[in-house]
């Protein structure tokens, strides 16, 4: 199956500061997108990005579907920000249509 | 638009019973739904997928015997833990393909402890 590798495991910033996330896979996907999980389990939907670059307020994330890679990136990271950033994809080859995630990275803010 | 409902949110049962976690698609029909399951600290990992008037699809290594799973209608999967086990104890999450412009939509996921 397809490998997704998310990079780096852990993050600490400090509250202001800007990061950003990295999402490798393996193989040609047609969708892919970054969830935030919330302390409470709750997967919130940052951005369905397959290609392209999509901003959301101090949010934005790229896809370079060609190169195999997705950013997330982070700007002026606010104390809410803190949770685990996930990237799931979901294989072209896939008729299932089903969404792998990778393992995750935590951030930590602090004040 | 696109969103999912779980009940319950949380469960605690004995050891040996069985326990119904039952996902919803509120505004859309979702022909095929995803159940996934997340130990503490670590990723999402998917367990089977439900499709509406057919058996489910489950992945390598999980028990269908244990986890059963119903696609009875367009806007309805049921996982039912039989048999319920203190190392079934999980963050279970149920998703579907909303739409091509929010992509998947994921339930508020089912913490089940089993005692």
């Known amino acids: 199956g397809i490998q997704v590798e998310q990079s780096p495991p852990d993050l600490i910033l400090q509250e202001g500061a800007n990061s950003t996330l990295r999402c490798n896979f393996s193989?040609?996907?047609?969708?892919l997108q970054w969830f935030h999980q919330n302390p409470w389990g709750q997967l919130i939907n940052l951005f369905y990005i397959p290609s392209g670059t999509k901003q959301n307020g101090r949010l934005s994330a790229t896809t370079v579907a060609t190169e195999r890679y997705s950013l997330l990136y982070i700007s002026s990271s606010q104390t809410t920000d803190s949770g685990v950033y996930f990237c799931a994809v979901r294989m072209t080859t896939d008729s299932w249509g089903k969404l792998q995630f990778g393992a995750g990275t935590q951030v930590v803010v602090t004040p | 638009g696109a969103v999912v409902s779980q009940h319950p949110s949380w469960v605690i049962c004995k050891s040996g019973t069985s326990v119904k976690i039952e996902c919803r698609s509120l505004?859309?029909?979702?022909?095929?739904m995803f159940w996934y399951r997340q130990f503490p600290k670590q990723s999402l990992m998917l367990m089977a997928t439900?499709?509406?008037?057919?058996?489910?699809?489950?992945e390598q290594g999980v028990e269908k015997d244990k986890f059963l799973i119903n696609h009875a209608s367009l806007t309805l999967s049921t996982l039912t833990v039989t048999s319920a086990h203190p190392e079934d104890s999980s963050f279970y999450i149920c998703?579907?393909?909303?739409?091509?412009?929010?992509?998947?939509?994921f339930g508020s996921g089912t913490r089940l402890t089993v005692v």
């Open positions: 998703s579907a393909l909303g739409s091509s412009v929010y992509g998947y939509t």
């Open positions: 439900s499709n509406e008037g057919s058996k489910a699809t489950y």
């Open positions: 193989d040609s996907v047609n969708n």
């Open positions: 505004d859309f029909q979702a022909t095929t």
